[in-house]
């Protein structure tokens, strides 16, 4: 019988995901405070974060699979985590307006004694947005939980032209990063499917 999953993790979406793939898994919140966007390299903060929530939760659960994540949005050059304020959000929407931004997803697995990690890259391209466009888009979905303050899986969507890369990495979970790491362990993510 394979080892029970666990999900390091508060994000609905990162829960969607797993349930839309069919996996069994339950959610134990890490509770850890990230260190906001201590890091200028992305690729190292999202991986840090991963692992950090994974091990975290880890320590008490060391016979399942613990999947930890994090998010990050890069807009030329700059890091933005998860805005503080509504009014920050709105700066963010700003600085992204027609502009191209990186969304990066690191994504850790704990298993025993091992640890395996990798990050997955997506692209965004953002439509010229007003002053009215922002304050609306800011009023129907909560930007305070989410990297850059936006999420692709909500009427927030309008505001992109084109995605390159995994739509599910946008979301919070790359599934196929998440596949490869779980062979990286030995397992197919398929076994845990029902």
């Not at 990186?102 to 007003?130: F, H, M, P, Q, W």
């Not at 309008?158 to 196929?176: H, R, T, W």
Request: with cysteine.
């Amino acid at each position: 019988m394979p080892p029970k999953i666990i999900l390091a993790s508060k994000s609905p979406r990162r829960s969607e995901i797993l349930k839309l793939i069919n996996i069994r898994f339950e959610v134990i919140i890490s509770h850890l405070k990230e260190d906001n966007c201590a890091s200028s390299d992305p690729i190292t903060l999202a991986k840090f974060h991963a692992q950090s929530k994974a091990s975290h939760v880890a320590k008490d659960y060391s016979n399942a699979i613990i999947i930890g994540a994090d998010t990050i949005v890069v807009c030329e050059g700059k890091i933005f985590c998860k805005p503080k304020s509504l009014d920050q959000a709105k700066e963010f929407f700003k600085f992204f307006s027609g502009k191209q931004i990186e969304v990066y997803t690191g994504v850790a697995l704990c298993y025993k004694s091992k640890i395996v990690r990798d990050v997955d890259k997506s692209y965004l391209n953002v439509s010229n947005l007003s002053e009215d466009k922002i304050q609306k888009l800011i009023s129907m979905v909560n930007p305070l939980e989410r990297a850059g303050g936006f999420t692709l899986g909500s009427v927030q969507a309008v505001m992109f032209d084109d995605i390159k890369g995994s739509y599910y990495n946008i979301l919070g979970l790359p599934v196929k990063l998440l596949s490869d790491l779980f062979s990286q362990l030995g397992f197919d993510l398929l076994e845990f499917c029902h």
